[in-house]
């Protein structure tokens, strides 16, 4: 299963550590979320991980097999040099080859609905994530065309 294999890029020693404590210490919005992955994307082949060490940085969630990370950024995400850091980071992974969502800690905590459907479109359109599903998107219930009363 590839969500069990280690990430191509190995962790530095300072990220690995960083992640185990950050694991320890979520925020309400990191919770919030985790929960919801876990529980409301079941889409095979979409197993997300938190607070994973991907060369000298942490990301928030992940999910290997979809190259897909999503952060939860809270207010100090907004500071001149900590959305400097942040665009750095983010072309970084990029360069790796992932994806990278971003969520304010308003928007996992206010319109989780919204968010999910964001990280649900992300991943339907993933190529390894979709060949792992057949390529279709799930329907909600019973197709019209099936028959149903």
């Known amino acids: ?11 530095s020693p300072r990220a690995a550590i960083h992640a185990t404590i950050l ?5 309400d919005a990191e919770r919030r979320l985790w929960r919801h992955l876990r529980h409301r994307l079941p889409i095979e082949g979409s197993h997300f991980r938190r607070q994973v060490a991907l060369g000298p940085y942490v990301a ?17 995400h907004s500071h001149d040099h900590t959305a400097a850091y ?7 992974l990029e ?4 994806q990278v969502l971003r969520f304010t800690n ?5 319109r989780i609905d919204s968010v999910l459907d964001t990280i649900f ?13 057949g390529g279709t998107t799930p329907t909600p219930g019973p197709s019209p065309q099936g028959g149903g009363q």
Do not use: N, Y
């Open 1 to 11: 299963m590839p969500w069990k294999e280690p990430p191509r890029h190995s962790a």
């Open 23 to 27: 694991r320890r210490t979520s925020t």
């Open 60 to 76: 928030d969630f992940c999910c290997l097999s979809a190259r897909l990370i999503v952060e939860v950024d809270g207010g100090q």
């Open 86 to 92: 942040d665009e750095i980071r983010t072309l970084a």
């Open 95 to 98: 360069h790796q080859g992932f």
């Open 106 to 110: 308003a928007d996992v905590m206010q």
């Open 121 to 133: 479109a992300a991943l339907v359109t993933a190529p390894s994530v979709a060949r792992q599903s």
